[in-house]
């Protein structure tokens, strides 16, 4: 059974710093597509940070230059470090795992979800 579990989210004030976690299990997890997506009251989920099995990452235009995407494959553990916080990153940050195409990722069909943690930013 696969599961991906997510931590650390929270309420902090605009400037501020949080470090998400996604405790993965049942998945070889340095054979999969990593990402963070996040989802906004009224809004659509979108591609915040992904990580590909080799590590390379990439970024959101909205979030690049604030928040570094890593993983342990030790621990299977992605985590997103996310500093200089502002009010509209307030949303339910969601953990994705997707198997690659090749050696590529796509992150478009993903195959596993966490249930995902809030993270609140107050002005």
């Known amino acids: 059974q696969v599961q991906l579990v997510e931590s650390g989210g929270g309420s902090v004030q605009a400037g501020g710093s949080l470090r998400l976690s996604c405790a993965a299990s049942?998945?070889?997890?340095?054979?999969?597509?990593m990402a963070w997506f996040r989802q906004a009251p009224d809004k659509e989920r979108e591609l915040v940070a992904r990580?590909?099995?080799?590590?390379?990452?990439g970024y959101a235009e909205s979030v690049k230059g604030r928040f570094t995407a890593s993983k342990d494959n030790a621990k299977n553990i992605l985590y997103l470090q996310m500093d200089s916080l502002k009010p509209e990153d307030t949303a339910m940050y969601y953990c994705?795992?997707?198997?690659?195409?090749?050696?590529?990722?796509?992150?478009?069909?993903?195959?596993?979800w966490g249930q995902g943690t809030q993270v609140t930013v107050s002005s």
């Open positions: 990580i590909a099995t080799k590590g390379n990452t």
């Open positions: 049942g998945i070889t997890f340095n054979r999969y597509c």
């Open positions: 994705a795992a997707d198997a690659p195409s090749g050696p590529w990722c796509f992150y478009r069909n993903i195959d596993f």
